[in-house]
């Protein structure tokens, strides 16, 4: 009859070994746009669109309103240029007008709105005008660039009017179309809008940029909080954004969060409790061992040696035999006696009910000690209570030997040694102290694959269901780290 080391909990599966997740965004989210790059991305392509259409609707409108523009002004011009010719031609003067009262052409022809007016004599040579004494346009202004007068491109408009006097040839007057003023009022106007637009775009990408800032800043919140539900922290909680959709998936998940939360008491709470009834049954066994068959053993060892001594003084062939006989029976008896013991100390050790925590440990090191005198054992303890708990000091008890006997059986270790204290700072999830156990060798340490057998399989199910956690990996210096941490509730 044997028992192993550790039952395993019915209630807690057998956990499957696999790296924690990394806490950044993997390569391939890594390299996805973020949802403010996206908007902020879409809002200027709309805006970049709707300015090239605005452009063109503009461009196309300043073409034809200047085209009209001038049409209208170069007709209206070619109106008073000819009645003023012909009443240039009508003068009182005998001989007609001489040419030189073309110098003194009328001043509000020459400066008609969107026209130029040049004046030639009869054999083609232009006639320079007196000045008009007005202010003419001041050459510093600043008018519409050429790229969009030539974007503009309005076509040319002119008339040619001949003055003639008796018949005969006196000079010519061309009217010819001038856009400038309506193109410069169109690029002003365009300009005036374009500052306008560009700093209400702007206002609109500042609002837009500090308001997806805020929904990031929730959304990581949420990628955090996650990210703490994976690590089996069911106490995290999210902050109810200002959006009313994000405040409702907050709402849902703090409700899921708080539920995993309960569930996971629960189940701790089962498995503790199992893991005491477990303690309790095995306190059970060893002392029905201990009080019923190891009387019953002792008698018949007894009963034996009895049958031995009397056989010793029977005479006659058969006492040899029946000496034979007894000290065989002497042999089985003791066997059965270590047995019995070993299935004792297997089940639930003695020292754990005669004596501290840390002396059990000391007193287990000490047994492999004495066993294995060529191996160093060393045992560095921290604050640690008498006792916690059966099940508490079972499991801590059971994963030192475990432990220990793993470096002797498989990592040939010559130095083991066992660190095992209560850590200063740190508390379970609900309160109380943290207990920490160590045990490190000087071995070649584990393989990269690591295959538990059944002896570590087992520990690591009765620290998890102690609400606890469980790591066997390779030490920082080589060698193999087995380390176990279990929570101690503050007392009710």
């Given amino acids: 009859m044997s028992l192993p080391d550790a039952l395993p909990s019915p209630l807690q599966p057998r956990p499957v070994s696999r790296p924690a997740l990394p806490a ?129 491109g309005v076509s040319e ?30 690029w002003e106007d365009v300009s005036d809008f374009a500052v306008v637009a560009i700093a209400v775009n702007a206002a609109i990408l500042l609002a837009l940029y500090v308001a997806l800032g805020r929904v990031r800043s929730d959304l990581g919140r949420f990628r955090n909080a996650l990210g703490e539900l994976e690590q089996n922290r069911f106490s995290c909680r999210v902050d109810l954004p200002r959006t009313r959709e994000l405040a409702e998936v907050a709402e849902r998940f703090n409700e899921l969060a708080a539920a995993l939360a309960a569930a996971r008491a629960e189940n701790d709470r089962l498995n503790a409790h ?11 066994i060893a002392s029905e061992l201990h009080d019923e068959l190891g009387p019953l053993m002792f008698g018949l060892k007894a009963g034996a040696e009895s049958l031995a001594r009397a056989a010793a003084e029977a005479e006659g062939p058969a006492k040899a035999r029946i000496a034979d006989r007894t000290h065989g029976l002497v042999g089985i008896v003791e066997r059965m006696q270590a047995t019995n013991r070993r299935l004792l100390r297997r089940i639930r050790p003695a020292a754990l009910d005669l004596l501290s ?72 999830p609900e309160g109380g102290v943290l207990l920490r156990l160590v045990v490190t060798d000087d071995g070649p340490g584990p393989p990269d694959r690591i295959v538990e057998g059944l002896g570590l399989a087992g520990m690591r199910e009765r620290v998890r269901a102690l609400g606890g956690t469980f790591r066997f990996e390779r030490g920082p210096k080589g060698g193999a780290r087995f380390v176990a941490e279990i929570s101690v509730p503050p007392p009710s």
């Fill in 24 to 152: 950044q965004p993997s390569a391939t989210v890594g390299r996805r746009a973020s949802l403010r790059v996206r908007v902020l991305g879409v809002v200027v392509a709309i805006n970049a669109a709707a300015a090239v259409v605005a452009g063109t609707v503009v461009v196309h409108n300043a073409r034809v309103a200047a085209e009209r523009e001038m049409t209208a002004s170069v007709e209206m011009a070619e109106r008073m240029v000819r009645e003023t010719a012909e009443r240039m031609a009508d003068a009182p003067e005998a001989g007609g007008p001489a040419a030189g009262e073309f110098v003194n052409w009328p001043v509000h022809l020459r400066h008609l709105r969107h026209v130029r007016i040049v004046i030639e004599d009869a054999q083609g040579r232009p006639i320079p005008l007196k000045p008009s004494g007005s202010r003419e346009q001041d050459d510093g202004d600043a008018g519409a660039p050429a790229w969009f007068a030539h974007l503009v």
């Fill in 157 to 186: 408009v002119a008339r040619d009017i001949e003055v003639r006097i008796n018949g005969a040839l006196f000079g010519r007057v061309r009217v010819a179309g001038v856009p400038d003023d309506e193109v410069d009022e169109v």
């Fill in 274 to 284: 199992l893991v005491t009834l477990q303690e309790d049954e095995r306190r059970q």
């Fill in 357 to 428: 925590l840390r002396e059990a440990i000391s007193s287990l090191l000490a047994d492999f000690r004495q066993h294995d005198p060529s191996r160093t054992f060393l045992l560095a303890a921290g604050p640690l209570a008498a006792h916690y708990c059966a099940a508490r000091d079972a499991t801590l008890y059971r994963c030192v030997q475990e432990a220990v006997t793993n470096a002797l059986k498989h990592g040939d270790a010559r130095t083991i040694e066992v660190e095992i204290g209560e850590v200063a700072g740190a508390a379970g």
